[in-house]
Every structure is written in structure tokens, then in C-alpha cells.
């Protein structure tokens, strides 16, 4: 009895940072802005793509996480700016451009290629979702932590949902202003990120 009082114990403790960190609410304008020209079901499609990277991703660093970082010396700071970096480019070249990934094979590729990135990761599977993994595993253990990031990411589908309802009451003319605010918005958080790692060196 006493171990199941303290899985969930570890497990509420390691939900709140996930929850934070991963911000669902916060990123469901951003999404909407990057799949602003995709119709309902390929944005659906988009959507589960990105949350199975961030499980992914995020189960990898749950298991090798501290082991990669030793062996190639790489310290969260140096994530936080190649994170930066690239979600900066993302960023820079939809508002040039008026689109994330550039792609040959349609829209269903070009939809798995933008769940994954940047969807997947760095926005939802993104350095602060992966370091507090790492730090909560060492206070929780392995168990609470991939619990509570399962539920993190069932949340955020639970809200993701919500993309398609929200983009027809926007209709074509505010998803296209809500794309270019998310692009602005995707900068300045990349940029961010470049700051709080050079700051962290």
C-alpha cells in the first residue's frame, strides 16, 4: 500500500513540471498558425505524428538521455541553443517564405515532416520537456516520470482536438494572421532559448 501511495506521490510531482513545461494550451495557437494550410484530416494526421515523436523522443532520453550528453559532452545549455537555432530558422523561413518545410511528396509528407519537426520537437518534445525529464528522473524514478509524461501528452491531445473546431471558427483569413503572429512568436521563443543557453554557459 505504502508503494502505491508513493508511485502516485512521485507521479503527481513528476506530472506538474511535464505539464508546464510541455504548455499544450500555450503552443495550440502556434500549432494552428504552422498547420495553417492543411485541411482537417491531414491536420489531425499532423498532430498524432507530432505527439508519437514527443513520446518517442521523449522515452529516448528517459533511457539514454544522460548517457548521450557523457559521452558526447554535451551540456543543456548546448541544447537549448541548437534547439534555438532551429526552431529560429523554422521561423524566419515561414515568414519569408509562407511555409515550414519544403517538400516534394504532397501534403501527407509535408504534414509527417512538420508533426515531427517542429510540432514534435522543439515545440512539444522540445530542451525544457527533455531537461526536466532528465532532472525528474533523478528525484522520481523512471516509472512516475514515463507515466506522467504519457499523461502530459494524452492532455495535449485532448486539447489538440480542439485545433480543427477552433481554425473554422478563424476561417482561412484569421488562420493566415494566426500563422504569421505564431512565426513571430516561434522567433522570439527561439531566441529565448539562445539567450538561457549562453546564459547557462
Known sequence: MDAVVNFFRH????????????DAVGGLPLILGITKDEEEQQRARTLRYALLTAFALGLGFVALGKSIFAVL???????????????????????????????????GAAGQVVGVVPIGTPLIAGPATLTTLLVLIEQHGTGPVVVALLLNLLVAWT???????????????????????????????????????????
Open 11 to 22: 507521479l503527481g510531482l513528476s506530472f506538474i513540471p511535464l505539464f508546464v513545461a510541455i
Open 73 to 107: 559532452n554535451i551540456a543543456s545549455s548546448d541544447f537549448l541553443i541548437a534547439g534555438g537555432i532551429i526552431l529560429l530558422v523554422l521561423s524566419v523561413k515561414d515568414i519569408i517564405t509562407g511555409k515550414f518545410i519544403e517538400t516534394g511528396s504532397g501534403t
Open 159 to 201: 486539447v489538440f482536438s480542439q485545433a480543427n473546431r477552433i481554425a473554422r471558427f478563424l476561417g482561412t483569413g484569421g488562420l493566415q494572421a494566426a500563422g504569421k503572429i505564431a512565426s513571430l512568436l516561434l522567433a522570439a521563443i527561439a531566441v529565448n532559448m539562445v539567450r538561457q543557453g549562453i546564459g547557462d554557459v
